[in-house]
């Protein structure tokens, strides 16, 4: 595991490097938040009352095989929404599904990056930043970064009475599993961006989830996850990753799914010394469906 940053301080923290996060939704907000995230421009009489924060707030840098994932979880549910609006919506007020739980950003500019990069460029002697910056401007790895947004809730929307788990210890699995589940979207993009299985990514990134969380593969409470069982499909999640044309057959499928669910639990209590990412890998490597 990597570095974790705790408590309220989370969200003043990245907007050091995201100073966006200091404009407000509102209408006309765009203008504000292009000068933020395009010039690293913070606001007038910048601040961060729009957030709520908590103490449960979390920055953490996960460890994987494809390098480190920056994950953040808010406790808050508004808080999230917000974010949400700040960075993928330009500040603009719009509503944000209740089912998006977590989401992952690419390419974003981090004012920090570019600050220590100024810093270090003088500290070697450079004397044209702004030359200097538009060369690095140019490279999308040079001070752009990769991050997931996570918010609390059930993992799946699933509640605890259809799980072994308590009210309150599934609560806090539910935020293992999800972020170890996007992490592993993150781990598969960088190692294997060709290599798109809707359904069996959805399946595999469920399997790093309880792993992380949970220390073991459970088949049946994947199921209940994507909505499979052994006579079909009965509502979850496996429809949102099915095309239309693949719909009319679901409960065809749904099998297929459950039985390689099955498989997959045998596989899983088979390693001796299990490393969640690298089982990932191999899994993604030797797909048991097709879809």
């Avoid at 974790?4 to 203008?31: C, H, T």
């Avoid at 920056?70 to 209740?98: C, M, S, Y």
């Avoid at 006579?231 to 999640?237: E, L």
Wanted: a negative charge.
């Amino acid at each position: 595991m990597g570095e974790s940053i705790l408590g309220a301080g989370v969200i003043a923290q990245l907007a050091k490097r995201f100073p966006q996060l200091y404009v407000a939704p509102a209408e006309g907000a765009q203008d504000a938040h292009r000068a933020a995230s395009g010039r690293g421009i913070a606001p007038e009489g910048a601040n961060l009352d729009h957030f709520i924060t908590s103490v449960e707030d979390e920055l953490r840098v996960v460890d994987t095989p494809a390098g480190p994932v920056e994950v953040v979880f808010l406790r808050e549910r508004a808080d999230f929404e917000t974010l949400l609006q700040i960075i993928g919506h330009k500040a603009q007020p719009v509503p944000i599904n209740r089912t998006v739980g977590a989401i992952t950003y690419r390419g974003l500019a981090d004012w920090g990056k570019v600050s220590a990069l100024a810093r270090a460029y003088r500290e070697a002697g450079g004397e044209d930043w702004p030359a200097e910056f538009l060369r690095l401007a140019k490279d999308p790895q040079a001070f752009r970064t990769e991050i997931i947004f996570i918010s609390e809730g059930p993992y799946s929307n699933v509640p605890a009475g259809k799980t072994p788990y308590g009210a309150a210890e599934w609560m806090r699995i539910s935020r293992e599993i999800r972020l170890h589940h996007e992490c592993a979207h993150v781990v598969c993009r960088r190692t294997m961006p060709d290599d798109i299985l809707p359904v069996w990514d959805e399946i595999t990134a469920d399997v790093t989830g309880l792993l992380c969380a949970t220390g073991r593969y459970d088949a049946a409470l994947a199921g209940v996850f994507l909505g499979v069982d052994a006579s079909g499909y009965t509502g979850g999640r496996l429809a949102e990753y099915l095309k239309d044309d693949q719909k009319a057959s679901i409960d065809a499928l749904a099998r297929d799914v459950h039985d390689a669910l099955c498989r997959v639990q045998a596989q899983a209590e088979a390693v001796t010394d299990m490393r969640p990412f690298e089982f990932l890998l191999e899994l993604k490597r030797d797909p048991l469906i097709g879809f």
